[in-house]
């Protein structure tokens, strides 16, 4: 039950790209299509922005994409804007209902 | 409105228990496996347990297996969490939620603190 492994911070410029990564091993990210990855402003709780590696909730912008190759997950922010300043988790399935967060990646809009 | 309210946090010592109380409401709790997670101020966020729609399978992080105990009511929509023998290191914000699918529902949290 380790920790999948993200980047502690990436930062870009309003209107530019950035991407999260997220390693993980063949019993978690690698075993099942079951990534998700989670937004989260300071003071509140986690918002659901990607699920099932690909798919995103109704209402979260298509800025926001999800993929997965191997035992890695990626999350992608194009368009960079000031709101999407914020923590981003990413949370693997790794069977019998247990689940695995990522180490948290902040990003900060320069 | 979906709603997922948790309760029952507080100061507690190191060796003691507590009860967590999640209520959900504005979505068929009964269909759902739902889990706790928790946050440690300042650090990332752990799963904690989880437990099946009808209640019946349950699943622990290693950190809390044998101390901690999940269990449902979904006749009252409510989830809950017995916390025995707490450390210092159980101290979190304790978040209740859906973490499988689409649905994404997550409470506001309530604040375990674990202090002499």
């Known amino acids: 039950q380790s920790a999948l492994t993200q980047p502690r911070s990436v930062s870009g410029s309003p209107g530019q790209s950035v991407t999260i990564s997220c390693t993980g091993t063949s019993s978690d990210v690698g075993g099942y299509n079951y990534v998700s990855w989670y937004q989260q402003h300071p003071g509140q709780a986690p918002k659901l922005m990607i699920y099932d590696v690909n798919k995103r909730p109704s209402g979260v912008p298509d800025r926001f994409s999800g993929s997965k190759s191997g035992n890695t997950a990626s999350l992608a922010i194009s368009g960079l804007q000031a709101e999407d300043e914020a923590d981003y988790y990413c949370c693997s399935y790794a069977g019998s209902y247990s689940y695995v967060f990522g180490t948290g990646t902040t990003v900060t809009v320069l | 409105e979906v709603q997922m309210l948790e309760s029952g946090g507080g100061l507690v010592q190191p060796g003691g228990s507590l009860r967590l109380s999640c209520a959900a409401s504005?979505?068929?709790?009964?269909?759902?496996?739902v889990s706790w997670v928790r946050q440690a101020p300042g650090k990332g966020l752990e799963w904690v347990s989880s437990i099946s729609s009808r209640g019946d399978s349950t699943y622990y992080a290693d950190s809390v297996k044998g101390r901690f105990s999940i269990s449902r009511d979904n006749s009252k929509n409510t989830l809950y969490l017995q916390m025995n023998s707490l450390r210092t290191e159980d101290t979190a914000v304790y978040y209740c939620a859906v973490l499988h699918g689409s649905a994404g529902y997550w409470g506001q949290g309530t604040l375990v603190t674990v202090s002499s």
């Open positions: 504005g979505f068929t709790f009964s269909n759902y496996v």
